[in-house]
């Protein structure tokens, strides 16, 4: 409900106010209140009626009745009864529908009616008349030579008995029906347009009348001719030669006789109160039926009203009351349903307009009468603020098209400056009248329009000429209502007693409603008073609060001065969060402002700060060791994500997560000041986490003294569990706490090498603890594991337990235990831990591998003891990768892995395998081999697989080395195919001896018949030799060379027919082996029991022997 105001007084002010509203009222008196203006100075107020101070509610109500409403009631009764006309709405309501309506609306008893309808019947009736406007035609007919018409209108009401009296008067028919139909005295005429076929006349006539019905009103338009000389006549035929026709026309009428261009007959029952139409001219014969349209205002009004039904009020006093209790009635049946939208009934509609047309009310006063009565309902009751709008808007249009009434121009200038003065004392309370909701926003919004569209008004500037700016208006209004809102607030929380504690308390209230306030300004309000008046609220407001609340809050602190405690500090803390906060909405400003008074707020509380550090560490202290007291070290959780550390720790974070939001809740602005403050806050954090790491240590070993050996493990992983998430946590507490933003705030005070420094040493330092901690843990746990897997290992690969299991039955107890153990840390260890746990305990597995294999004796059984450990390597290798779920390959393939991979790789080969690795080797080294140092050997090599033959061509060898005593050599070219179990029954064979000859050309041919699978076998090669022939004694070695056979053209690919290929050239370099240098001969060679292993290796010792390689 709106605030009403006081100081409006206009004519019909009270007429519907009953006496205890028509004095000052509750929302009155708020009115009173208000700062004075420039604008109270533009305007006299009148004064308002005068009521008997002491005078009986009741009779009050019953005065009013009998002064106010029953006159008003007598008007409408008479409108009934002497309506005319059909109103505008598409309902038509019967004269017993309209007396039950106003009945309601006025509250009438029925005697009550009863009795002033027989008055209102008695009455004297009105005199009935229809205002006819003339106001244009369009299209008629020309009839003069020129094309032109002279024309003018007659205008009169017929009735019917007339009009059919005069018909049968005349002996012949006539287009003429007004002439001669009545007397002059009862035709209007309009002046004469000359020479158009548009005339505009915009002349009115007020046509008396006795019934409506079976009356008419008629219209005729004539052209007016008259009496020209023959001279004129000759000229218009010269001029216009289609004027002839017209002049003969002329000619047979007589002289002086005016033409007919058409007629409008209307019935007066069909017509509406008003009407506004263009009507077509009918005609009275065919010769020419398109004569064109006439544009006619009607009106039904009345002449000689009674005056004594409203004690000689005027009409528009009479229609601004009736509108007025229309409208209360309206809105009283319709309570709750939202804001009144100026919707009435169909009744209401009906009076109102048959009231305004029967006292002739122009459209300006019945719109002025709207504005009048609309704006003081909207001070009374819920009225939809846009109405006021649209009223404004309509009033503006008319004052620029009609003149009002000098006292209607002051009822207009009093309105008009009433409602200014009463919105801005709205608004200046806007915070209690238009609260920050989605339904009060629109309103205050509506508000603030309407009086900036009542300063833009043609109106408003003339009536009320002194100098009025809206936007400083609105200013002081703010101003002065934020100050008046801030000393009430500040009396509802005054402090009953001087306590301190009170005091701090009852400011920490103060500065919650301040930010509240402040909020609401900057997300509602000033949008709203931005769109509609251009004022920034949220500035004016804000400057305004921080002016008084940095006063409060200095006169606080200082009485606090030396009388800090604990107490004291605590309530502090909420109050300068508040004030932090109400500090960083100046960053909302729309335009720079001086200083603000709260800028360095924070030195006030310089004192407090150590207590709140102090409460913050010993809270947070007290809340670990009771989490750590109550923790069973038991997994929180175990499922799809499993949470394998307690509930010890899970508090621990949340203890410690205050102290971080206590740093971003200072916020302290001094960086210097900041930079101890971080120093403080890490300490105390690292102190916390140190003192955890020694409370859960007695905690476990209080929980494990009289448990078994598997729950104290399980104990102890959880604890492993507990201290790696907390090492996780201060990892990430550089990032919690922003020491990067510190850096750059502290840049220009406090250099890099002390901030680097302190901080990181801190948390260091407290890292080590915990790290320390972990491997103390592990360590523990690693060394029973190890040692298990070592007695395993060392069971397993016991000689006399060869013969008796295979490889893989001697295995499974090992891997069953690692997979029951892993499982079980796996399931009690985080992830980061598991890994620290798994990787030493490979390591150890490895060297206690390495240990059992280089222990073995080289001797018989070897090979399947190493077999045997090599499928333990793999198994162990699988049980640590577990898939990817494990340790990664690049941790679990160190240099010992590799080397101990390699050692059994080679020793669980037979004597077949071994060969064809060296040769695979030695293939490899010759591809990788660059330079020819002992000369080169050049061939041409095919495999045709249409006859399974191997062709070589010895081409030449080039650059030897001369063996021979004279400097030269004589060579020959070896070839063997190899392995020998591979080619059994190939043959070497030889070239011929070249003599004394370093770069010899051979040019033979040589072919060997293999298959494509001996070919394609493991470490098939054809190995090429060059000799020097000696007489007398062995052959000189010049070189070897290795030429893998999958590399000759044709050996390549699938199985099936394939073309014979192009052969290739191939030029080897020659190289000599290196004595004593490859590991797998000295295997082979301890294989003493195996022929062909002897056999190979005597051949090989034999090259190593020829080689000029140094020994290594």
């Known amino acids: 409900m709106m605030p009403s105001q006081d100081g409006l007084s206009t004519i019909g002010d009270n007429l519907l106010q009953p006496p205890d509203q028509a004095r000052g009222s509750t929302r009155n008196r708020q009115r009173q209140s208000s700062p004075a203006r420039k604008l109270g100075m533009t305007r006299r107020q009148k004064d308002k009626r005068d009521f008997k101070e002491n005078e009986n509610p009741e009779e009050k109500e019953k005065r009013h009745k009998e002064q106010e409403l029953k006159p008003l009631y007598k008007e409408l009764l008479y409108t009934i009864i002497h309506k005319l006309g059909k109103p505008a709405s598409a309902e038509v309501f019967t004269d017993n529908q309209l007396h039950q309506y106003i009945r309601e609306a006025f509250s009438m008893a029925e005697d009550e009616h009863q009795s002033l309808t027989e008055r209102v019947q008695n009455t004297e009736p009105p005199v009935y008349c229809l205002m006819a406007t003339v106001k244009e035609a369009k299209g008629i007919l020309g009839k003069d030579i020129s094309g032109f018409s002279d024309p003018y209108c007659l205008l009169t009401i017929l009735e019917d008995e007339k009009e059919s009296k005069t018909r049968r008067s005349r002996s012949k028919p006539r287009k003429a029906v007004v002439k001669d139909a009545v007397s002059d005295e009862e035709v209007y005429t309009t002046e004469t347009k000359k020479q158009t076929l548009n005339p505009i006349w915009n002349q009115t006539f007020i046509l008396e009348f006795e019934e409506t019905d079976g009356a008419s009103f008629h219209m005729e338009m004539w052209d007016r001719d008259e009496e020209v000389s023959l001279a004129q006549k000759l000229e218009e035929i010269r001029t216009n030669f289609h004027g002839l026709r017209r002049m003969i026309k002329d000619a047979k009428k007589l002289k002086g006789q005016d033409d007919f261009l058409g007629n409008i007959v209307l019935r007066l029952k069909d017509l509406h109160c008003t009407e506004d139409n263009w009507y077509v001219l009918e005609p009275r014969t065919e010769t020419y039926p398109d004569r064109g349209q006439c544009h006619l205002q009607l009106k039904f009004t009345h002449k000689e009203r009674d005056g004594t039904l409203s004690a000689g009020r005027s009409a528009y006093v009479n229609y601004c009351g009736i509108l007025q209790q229309f409208v209360q009635s309206h809105i009283s049946r319709q309570q709750g349903s939202g804001p009144w ?155 009953m007693t001087k306590d301190m504690t009170e005091t701090v308390s009852a400011l920490s209230k103060l500065i919650g409603e ?498 494509v699978e001996q070919c394609q076998a493991a470490g098939a090669c054809l190995v090429v030799t060059v000799l020097d022939y000696d007489t007398l004694r062995t052959d000189d070695f010049e070189g070897e060379a290795f030429l893998a056979l999958r590399a000759v053209p044709g050996v390549g690919g699938g199985p099936g027919h394939q073309p014979d290929p192009s052969p290739a050239q191939i030029r080897l370099p020659l190289t000599h082996p290196k004595p004593n240098d490859d590991s797998i001969l000295k295997l082979l060679e301890s294989r003493r029991g195996e022929r062909e292993a002897q056999v190979f290796v005597k051949k090989r010792r034999q090259r190593e022997k020829q080689s000029q390689e140094e020994k290594q």
């Open 341 to 495: 939208k100026g919707d009435l009934c169909g009744e209401g509609q009906t009076l109102l307009e048959l009231y305004a047309t029967q006292n002739d009310l122009s459209p300006f006063l019945q719109d002025l009468a709207k504005w009048v009565a609309y704006s003081k309902l909207y001070q009374s009751l819920e009225v939809d603020s846009s109405l006021l709008l649209q009223q404004l808007t309509s009033i503006e249009y008319h004052w620029h098209q009609q003149e009002l009434p000098y006292q209607q121009k002051q009822e207009l200038g009093d309105s008009l400056h009433g409602f200014l003065q009463y919105g801005l004392c709205l608004v200046a309370k806007y915070r209690d009248i238009f609260p920050p909701t989605q339904d009060a926003n629109p309103r205050l919004h509506t508000l603030l329009r309407i009086l900036s569209q009542i300063c833009k008004t043609r109106a408003f500037q003339k009536l009320n000429p002194a100098q009025f700016d809206l936007h400083d208006e609105v200013n002081d209004a703010v101003h002065s209502g934020t100050q008046e809102w801030f000393s009430i607030k500040k009396g509802l929380h005054q402090p």
């Open 514 to 1011: 301040v930010q509240e306030d402040i909020k609401h300004n900057k997300d509602s309000w000033n949008r709203v008073f931005v769109s509609a008046v251009q004022v920034d609220v949220f500035t004016i407001v804000y400057q305004k609060l921080d002016s008084l609340l940095a006063g409060e809050v200095r006169d606080t602190l200082n009485q606090l001065e030396g009388k800090m405690e604990q107490s004291l500090a605590n309530g502090l803390f909420p109050l300068y969060l508040s004030l932090q906060a109400i500090h960083k909405d100046k960053a909302f400003l729309q335009k720079s402002v001086k200083l603000l008074e709260l800028t360095n707020f924070h030195e006030g509380f310089r004192e407090a700060l150590p207590y709140w550090l102090n409460k913050a560490f010993s809270t947070t202290q007290d809340r670990v060791e009771r989490a750590v007291q109550v923790d069973q070290l038991q997994p929180l959780q175990s499922g799809m994500v499993p949470i394998k550390h307690s509930s010890s720790a899970v508090d621990l974070v949340a203890c410690v997560q205050p102290i971080c939001q206590l740093w971003e809740q200072l916020s302290w602005p001094d960086p210097e000041e900041a930079f101890m403050l971080m120093v403080k806050l890490t300490e105390d954090v690292c102190k916390i986490v140190v003192n955890y790491c020694r409370i859960l240590k007695e905690r476990v070993r209080e929980l494990s003294e009289n448990s078994d050996h598997s729950s104290a493990v399980n104990k102890l992983c959880v604890v492993v569990n507990d201290l790696e998430h907390l090492r996780s946590v201060l990892t990430r507490l550089p990032q919690q706490l922003n020491w990067a933003a510190l850096r750059e705030r502290t840049r220009h005070v406090i250099g890099d090498p002390q901030f680097h420094n302190v901080l990181p040493s801190q948390l260091q330092h407290a890292q080590g603890v915990l790290s320390r901690e972990i491997r103390s843990a592990l360590e523990t746990v690693g060394r029973k594991l190890n040692s298990d897997i070592e007695t395993y290992v060392r069971s397993m690969s016991t000689r006399r337990r060869l013969p008796s299991k295979s490889t893989e039955d001697a295995v499974v107890p090992l891997m069953k235990y690692l997979e029951k153990e892993l499982q079980y840390m796996n399931e009690n260890l985080v992830q980061e831990n598991f890994n620290s746990l798994l990787t030493p305990l490979w390591t150890n597995s490895i060297r206690t591998l390495y240990q059992v294999a280089t222990q073995q004796k080289q001797e018989g059984g070897l090979m399947v003891f190493c077999q045997r450990l090599q499928y333990t390597l793999q198994c162990l290798e699988q049980c640590f990768y577990a898939e990817g779920n494990g340790l990664p390959l690049e941790t679990l393939h160190t240099d010992d892995y590799k080397t101990l991979k390699s050692h059994l790789t080679h020793n669980s080969l037979n004597c077949q395998q071994l060969i064809e690795k060296f040769l695979d080797r030695k293939v490899w080294e010759q591809k990788v081999y660059s330079g020819e140092k002992y000369g080169a050997v050049t061939l041409i090599a095919s495999y045709r697989r249409s006859d399974l033959r191997l062709r070589v061509e010895v081409l030449n060898a080039a650059n030897l080395l001369p063996m021979d005593s004279n400097g030269s050599s004589d060579p020959f070219v070896q070839l063997c195919l190899e392995p020998r179990h591979v080619f059994p029954e190939v043959e070497p064979r030889t070239t011929q001896i070249k003599n004394c000859d370093l770069n010899p050309l051979f040019d033979e041919a040589f072919e060997f018949m293999v298959s």
